[in-house]
């Protein structure tokens, strides 16, 4: 048995037949605390799933780490860089969004901006290399720089990918 606080506690009830089907795990829901019920693999599942939400993730986004070899990170700003936070989360956004758009379309994976922390979820891969990508970011490198570290480890990816 699992047990997960979430804010967003609205969006779990709405969803939660679905959410059981696709987790394979029994949901109980009191307050704004969830507690998972199923097999130890389903429940672990479950829980990273629960996790993306209670970050703020939507459920559909958060559904996709359900598959394979998908994940689920969380960078906290604070950890990298003294400068302001909200200069930071700025650069990060972009004009109207731009930057952060960028990043998830160039990397793949689902990115998601709060207070203090990114949330970032893809495959065990892309999410790395967004990671650091967004680490950079961070620590003051131009988003011009990101975009070319992310696509040029996309290349290496599909050589990789092309090998085998």
Do not use: P, W
């Not at 029994?26 to 970050?55: H, M, P, T, W």
């Not at 972009?94 to 960028?102: F, I, L």
Request: glycine residues 6%.
């Amino acid at each position: 048995m699992e047990t997960v606080y979430v804010k967003r506690i609205r969006e779990v009830v709405k969803n939660k037949k679905e959410l059981e089907d696709k987790l394979n795990v029994k949901v109980k829901i009191s307050g704004s605390q969830v507690v998972i019920e199923g097999n130890s693999l389903d429940e672990y599942g479950a829980r990273c799933v629960f996790d993306a939400i209670a970050f703020g993730f939507s459920v559909k986004k958060a559904m996709l780490l359900k598959g394979e070899d998908m994940v689920f990170r969380v960078v906290h700003i604070k950890s990298y860089t003294k400068r302001n936070l909200r200069d930071i989360k700025s650069r990060l956004i972009g004009k109207r969004g731009k930057t952060r758009r960028t990043l998830s379309e160039i990397s793949g994976c689902e990115i998601l901006i709060k207070e203090s922390e990114i949330g970032i979820i893809g495959d065990a891969l892309s999410v790395e290399d967004a990671e650091t990508a967004v680490i950079n970011l961070i620590k003051g490198s131009k988003q011009s720089n990101m975009y070319k570290y992310l696509e040029k480890m996309n290349r290496k990816k599909n050589l990789c990918s092309d090998d085998v």
